[in-house]
Nanobody
Framework: QVQLVESGGGLVQAGGSLRLSCAAS????????MGWFRQAPGKVREFVSAMSKSGTITYYADSVKGRFTISRDNAKNTVYLQMNSLKPEDTAVYTC?????????????????WGQGTQVTVSS
């Protein structure tokens, strides 16, 4: 009963920036945590970042700390991922996820809803 739609992906040169958005619809009141995962071709899906409902709890993967920033606008039911200083290894399909349980997790198993993903390609 929750739908997530990502936007903002694209092609960017190394060192550049992109801002991803994920808009939730449906039973948005049931959403607690929102976060981002990514998956490159032939690689396992990995955690990127997540934030609690209030925004007081945030997690970042070590690989993106200092470069990526997650934020939420609960009035718009939207989570954002500002990606700066992008590297070729950031190239992946970025997927938004949301949980209905009151937890903020780096584990994909604890997320209930998923978007379709948006491609981010970083060229050298």
């Amino acid at each position: 009963q929750v739908q997530l739609v990502e936007s903002g992906g694209g092609l960017v040169q190394a060192g550049g920036s992109l801002r991803l958005s994920c808009a939730a619809s449906g039973r948005t009141a049931s959403i607690y945590a929102m976060g981002w995962f990514r998956q490159a071709p032939g690689k396992v899906r990995e955690f990127v970042s997540a934030m609690s409902k209030s925004g007081t709890i945030t997690y970042y993967a070590d690989s993106v700390k200092g470069r990526f920033t997650i934020s939420r606008d609960n009035a718009k039911n939207t989570v954002y991922l500002q990606m700066n200083s992008l590297k070729p290894e950031d190239t992946a399909v970025y997927t938004c996820a949301a949980s209905s349980t009151v937890v903020v997790s780096i584990t994909s198993l604890l997320y209930d809803y998923w978007g379709q993903g948006t491609q981010v390609t970083v060229s050298s």
